[in-house]
């Protein structure tokens, strides 16, 4: 079979097209035909060797897939040869073949597309788990989200005006923007060319914001922190922009606020019951049209290092997805 390849740590340019051997499940586990995968930030730390997880070499990119099963290991149960399912593999998935673990695997709902299906547990998951079990995001209170265009951060506009919040989209350019306010933003700052800090004191009456959603770090931190309503909270949810920001913490104890971190992986293997919870209310929403996730557009297996490309150039809005 055909797969993209990562024989050695670097930038999306040095991946290869190469082919290996077909795939057997074991215990736990199914084969998957990958029908699609979705492109998401940690294929782009993985391989430049940043990410927390390293695969050996050689190893392919991509940890959300779609497709068809087509082996079952022993001590699989509720899935099936031909079912159609969707998967979070960590990695292995530009690949038409992929090992899932059961556990994280599940059966696509009846009319969902592959496309759909492979965009949707990376970037709902974390944004609902974010909003909902760290922040406790409430009716009427205020959002500010940063990188409000990408995956993660489209995702979190939408499920937050879902959960009644006024939500305040932060992008680059007016292009990216007008795309948050399609899907449900109040606001809008373009924080190339507006004051961040500034706008929110302007938006908030000076009264600021209840919660950040930041998957950018870098330079924005800090102001958003200065600019949290009492009690308010800061989602530390990636660092898209590279640096780790370094936050004085006499700014959490004047605003009574508090920082927070979100790992989604590691809170979907440690409390795997609420998570499925959350991620059947995510179902519920696709199916009832209340979420759709935006496509920037489709690659093939061949144009996956140039799907990486683009996210790591912030050309991506909403989701890329590799299709076979």
């Not at 759909?116 to 989200?145: C, F, I, N, W």
């Not at 440690?270 to 009832?288: D, G, K, Y």
Request: net charge neutral; glycine share 10%; charged share 20%.
């Amino acid at each position: 079979m055909k797969a993209i390849l990562c024989k050695q740590f670097g930038p999306p340019e040095s991946l290869v097209l190469d082919e290996i051997p077909s795939l057997k499940a074991s215990a736990d586990h199914v084969v998957i035909r990958v029908k699609a995968c979705g492109v998401n930030f940690p294929d782009t730390l993985m391989i430049e060797g940043k990410y927390q997880f390293k695969p050996p070499f050689p190893f392919s990119p991509g940890g959300e897939v779609a497709g068809v099963v087509t082996d079952v290991g022993e001590g699989v149960r509720h899935l099936n040869v031909g079912d159609n399912v969707f998967s979070l593999t960590g990695h292995g998935g530009f690949a038409e073949e992929v090992i899932g673990k059961a556990a994280t695997t599940l059966p696509m709902p009846a009319g969902m597309d592959y496309v759909t299906a492979a965009s949707t547990m990376y970037t709902y998951g974390t944004s609902y788990h974010a909003l909902k079990d760290r922040a406790a995001l409430q009716p009427g209170e205020t959002l500010l989200v940063l990188g409000a265009a990408g995956g993660v951060g489209l995702a979190a506009v939408q499920l937050a005006v879902l959960m009644g919040a006024r939500v305040i989209a932060a992008a680059s350019n007016d292009e990216k923007l007008a795309i948050c306010r399609q899907m449900g933003a109040s606001e809008t700052i373009n924080y190339s060319t507006e004051d961040l800090r500034e706008r929110l004191r302007e938006l908030t009456n000076g009264n600021g914001v209840d919660v950040v959603y930041d998957p950018v770090g870098d330079q924005y931190a800090e102001p958003c922190i200065r600019s949290l309503a009492w009690k308010g909270r800061y989602l530390v949810v990636g660092f898209a922009a590279g640096s780790i920001p370094n936050i004085p913490l006499n700014l959490a104890l004047l605003k009574g606020a508090s920082i927070v971190g979100v790992f989604w992986g590691a809170f979907a293997q440690r409390e795997p019951r609420v998570s499925m919870a959350n991620f059947q209310q995510i179902l519920t929403w696709i199916e009832t049209g209340q979420l759709r996730q935006h496509i920037y557009r489709t690659y093939s297996l061949p144009e996956a290092p140039q799907a990486l490309r683009a996210l790591m150039n912030r050309q991506v809005i909403g989701k890329a997805v590799v299709v076979m």
